[in-house]
């Protein structure tokens, strides 16, 4: 089945505790993207990859961290997580080019506390 | 830049009526694609609809169609005889060139409740 995996699916973790939130596709698919959701703002995009090796920042992406080592994998690394960043954080993955939707991980609940 | 605007935040719909949801867009780039996502309470991203710039007629999808106005930069999702499994989220998105970023820009979404 194609699908994007994202876990966890839920997490509390403590002010400045680093953690990690993996992503893969089996798709095959070049650009790959991590978002966070918030009430009242929708989704914004946190980093975003068009290729291995190739990152780049999205709108939000300050406290964050990703890397693509692999085609398939696309970590988000919080170095020192703060309650500012509990969020639905969703990763995406989707060919390149406008005519391509994203598919969606099923989300990752943190709550920094 | 790229913009979404939803300006409904929330509808209230009976069941087995038609509901039309409102997007407005922007964006200066000539190619670019509208998607409509349906987030229902356990949170995943649904995929709907999706409409490409330069597409002469109307997206449909079983029971949802987009209005898609181009000289209006508007993007409606229309769901035709509404049913309760229809309350959700619903998000507008568009996908652009943007400098090599072909991020999906989100509205703020609208919360659709179906009234029985």
């Known amino acids: 089945e194609a699908q994007v995996t994202q876990n966890p699916r839920y997490l509390i973790t403590v002010t400045g505790k680093k953690l990690t939130v993996t992503c893969s596709q089996n798709?095959?698919?070049?650009?790959m993207s991590w978002y966070r959701q918030d009430p009242g703002l929708g989704l914004r995009q946190i980093y975003y990859s068009m290729n291995v090796e190739v990152t780049d920042k999205g709108d939000v992406p300050e406290g964050y961290k990703v890397s693509r080592k692999e085609k398939r994998n696309f970590p988000l690394i919080l170095e020192s997580p703060s309650p500012n960043q509990t969020s639905l954080y969703f990763c995406a993955s989707s060919l390149v080019g406008t005519a391509y939707g994203y598919t969606f991980g099923s989300g990752t609940r943190l709550t920094v506390v | 830049a790229q913009k979404i605007t939803q300006t409904q935040p929330g509808m209230f719909v009976q069941e087995k009526e038609a509901v039309t949801l409102d997007c407005t867009y922007d964006?200066?780039?000539?190619?670019?694609?509208l998607f409509w996502y349906k987030q229902p309470s356990s949170g995943e991203m649904i995929f709907l609809i999706y409409q490409g710039s330069y597409d002469q007629q109307n997206a449909t999808e079983g029971r949802y169609s987009l209005n898609f106005q181009k000289a209006r930069k508007s993007a409606n999702l229309v769901i035709s005889a509404s049913q309760l499994g229809d309350s959700a989220m619903y998000f507008c998105a568009m996908r652009a060139p943007n400098f090599g970023n072909e991020k999906l820009t989100f509205g703020t979404g609208t919360r659709l409740t179906i009234i029985p």
């Open positions: 798709m095959n698919h070049e650009y």
């Open positions: 964006t200066s780039d000539p190619s670019y694609g």
